[in-house]
Each structure stands twice: as structure tokens, then as C-alpha cells.
T-cell receptor, first 114, second 114 residues
Framework: GENVEQHPSTLSVQEGDSAVIKCTYS??????FPWYKQELGKRPQLIID?????GEKKDQRIAVTLNKTAKHFSLHITETQPEDSAVYFC?????????????FGKGTKLSVKP | DSGVTQTPKHLITATGQRVTLRCSPR?????VYWYQQSLDQGLQFLIQ???????AKGNILERFSAQQFPDLHSELNLSSLELGDSALYFC?????????????FGEGSWLTVV
């Protein structure tokens, strides 16, 4: 089955700096890679996703890049703000997405210091 | 509000007991997923149902079972509870199965086994 590794487990940045979180996946058939943000005690919420036919996708201060050959994808947050502080999870769709269930990385706790 | 409703929000029970967690998916969503989130294990995929049928199985213990009913709500049954079962259990739903169907999470059910 799919296995997703996520690094780093914790990340601390100064407000205004950029943050980068990296993930690798094992199943070359995986073709959908969403990122979820989870604030303390709350549900995970989708912030951006990318499909395997696209190399990069941006949404305001958030961008995701995908390297299918190397089987890794990354989340980039620019001009970080204190409200970006949360746990971020990357995920990959298992079984080439045939069912849609997601396998998640273990999360990155991002702290943005004012 | 994601539209996915989970009950109860909090539950405290003793070891050896059995509990049932309930989930109502977003209106129109046919696929339901269950995830377990404990402190150092991230989001573990348990099981997925689509239109009443089991579609994918993850790391679900034999003591756990689930089902999806004709009205599409789902229940996760946890029996012979152990201290290690204490976790946040999320239900999520998506419209269909397959790649790219956005998965929306409920607020979760906090289970504490004492």
C-alpha cells in the first residue's frame, strides 16, 4: 500500500518568512496529492491539492509542487502570518485513486512567531 | 462547517466496554471514510464505504467494525476497548469515489478510555 513520509515534523519561522514542507510517497500510481491544515482541536481542512498531470499549483500565498519522477511533493507558504500556525498534513490517494481514500503523512507543526 | 456531522463529540468510557460513533455525511455525498488520530500517529485511515458497501480497508483492528446504512449515515463500532484506543476519530465524506473527490472532515469524536 501507499506510504507517505513528511518532513520536518516541526517548523518554526518568523512572521513574513517562507515555510516549506516536504513529502515523499511510495506508490508510483498515486495521482492526487492534497494538503490539509489542522488547527488545534479542529478538523483537518483542505487548503490546496495537485494532480499528477500538473507540476505546480498556486493559490495566493500557498503553492504546491510535484515531482513525479522523484515521488515527492512540497508545500510552500510565503509571507507567513501567525494565523498560519497549525499542523499541516500531506496526503496521497491510495491505489492510484481508484477508491479515493487518502493516506496521510504524520504532519508538520508550523509555528509562526510574530 | 464542513457539513459532516459526528456524534458524540466527547466520550469517556472504561476499558473493555463497547462504543458506537455516528456520522452523517454531507448532503449528497455517497462515500464515507473513518480515520483515527492519536498523538503520535497522525491520521490513520481505518475504513471506507461507498453507497452502503465497503470499498477500502486500512489499519482497522478486528475489534472495530463499521457500516454504512441505506440513508448513508455510518457508524463505527469499537469493542473491548483498551487504553490505547483513546484518540480522536474523524469521519469524512466525499461525493463519489476516485481521484480528486475532495474529502471533507467532520469535527471528530474524542474518545477517552480509562
Amino acid at each position: 500500500g501507499e506510504n507517505v513520509e513528511q518532513h520536518p515534523s516541526t517548523l518554526s519561522v518568523q512572521e513574513g518568512d517562507s515555510a516549506v514542507i516536504k513529502c515523499t510517497y511510495s506508490d508510483s500510481a498515486s495521482n492526487y496529492f492534497p494538503w490539509y491544515k489542522q488547527e488545534l482541536g479542529k478538523r483537518p481542512q483542505l487548503i490546496i491539492d495537485i494532480r499528477s498531470n500538473v507540476g505546480e499549483k498556486k493559490d495566493q500565498r500557498i503553492a504546491v509542487t510535484l515531482n513525479k519522477t522523484a515521488k515527492h511533493f512540497s508545500l510552500h507558504i510565503t509571507e507567513t502570518q501567525p494565523e498560519d500556525s497549525a499542523v499541516y498534513f500531506c496526503a496521497a490517494a491510495e491505489d492510484g485513486g481508484s477508491q479515493g481514500n487518502l493516506i496521510f503523512g504524520k504532519g508538520t507543526k508550523l509555528s509562526v512567531k510574530p | 462547517d464542513s457539513g459532516v456531522t459526528q456524534t458524540p463529540k466527547h466520550l469517556i468510557t472504561a476499558t473493555g466496554q463497547r462504543v458506537t460513533l455516528r456520522c452523517s455525511p454531507r448532503s449528497g455525498d455517497l462515500s464515507v471514510y473513518w480515520y483515527q488520530q492519536s498523538l503520535d500517529q497522525g491520521l490513520q485511515f481505518l475504513i471506507q464505504y461507498y453507497n452502503g458497501e465497503e470499498r477500502a480497508k486500512g489499519n482497522i483492528l478486528e475489534r472495530f467494525s463499521a457500516q454504512q446504512f441505506p440513508d448513508l449515515h455510518s457508524e463505527l463500532n469499537l469493542s473491548s476497548l483498551e487504553l490505547g484506543d483513546s484518540a480522536l476519530y474523524f469521519c469524512a465524506s466525499s461525493l463519489l469515489v476516485g481521484t480528486g473527490n475532495t474529502i471533507y472532515f467532520g469535527e471528530g469524536s474524542w474518545l477517552t478510555v480509562v
